[in-house]
């Protein structure tokens, strides 16, 4: 037997809970490995050498070493979900789609999502910061919707990975992107709804 995939995270939830909800959707072995940030565990030469910046997630599966969420889930969906979670390459426009939720997900969504923990220092700057998710949300809502209104899953082919990545970063501007919008309240139901998002608590 193969060993485990190591998948090192801070917590259940944090961007590591994108790589496990996939992982228990293709019943791939793994291993968490939570670190703890205050004990200085991500700071430690050994695990400096798997992630220098010291962030999570990473895996480690076998000689392949990943950081970056994305490119993690879009590695293991085609490792071990090909033509399944991971659309195969000669369906081109397929592919096509999936690589762009994918990248949407974190270079779109997150990027903008994430600036709500970072640029909140001073009442104004939250100010600043709210108007600017809000704003881009609708933007973010002129792609999602049109989708989302005509078939249960962001590719016409049925779940995947990168139903993965949107769930999972969704809810972090759940009152801009989710609350009073039905196509996207009716999707993220069916993903809360799913059993390996349960298990790892993704929507805890
Ligand atoms: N773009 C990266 C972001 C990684 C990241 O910033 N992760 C956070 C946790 S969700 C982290 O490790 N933060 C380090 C810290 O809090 O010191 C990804 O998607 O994996």
Redesign the pocket.
């Known amino acids: 037997m193969t060993k485990p995939i190591d998948l090192y995270a ?1 917590a259940y939830q ?3 809970d994108r790589v496990r909800w996939l992982l228990e959707e293709m019943n791939v072995p793994y291993t968490n490995h939570f670190l703890k ?1 205050k004990d200085g565990e ?1 700071n430690t030469p050994e695990y400096r050498k798997l992630n220098p910046m ?4 990473t895996i480690v599966d076998g000689d392949i070493v990943l ?4 490119a ?1 889930c879009l590695y293991l969906a085609d490792r071990y979900s090909y033509g399944k979670l991971a659309p195969k390459m000669d369906d081109v426009k397929l592919r096509a789609e999936y690589t762009k939720w994918m990248v949407f997900s ?1 270079g779109s969504l ?1 990027a903008v999502i994430a600036r709500m923990f970072t640029h909140v220092n001073t009442p104004e700057e939250s100010a600043v910061t709210y108007k600017y998710v809000k704003e881009q949300s609708e933007f973010f809502k002129l792609v999602l919707n049109p989708v989302l209104e005509k078939q249960d899953y962001i590719l016409e082919s049925g779940f995947s990975a990168a139903d993965i990545m949107l769930a999972a970063v969704i809810p972090g501007a759940h009152d801009y992107l989710v609350k009073g919008n039905p196509p996207l309240e009716r999707y993220m139901e069916r993903m809360k709804a799913r059993p390996a998002a349960i298990k790892v608590k993704v929507f805890e």
């Not at 950081?67 to 994305?70: L, V």
């Open positions: 801070m944090d961007r590591s940030k991500m010291g962030r999570v997630p950081h970056e969420s994305a993690i974190v997150e």
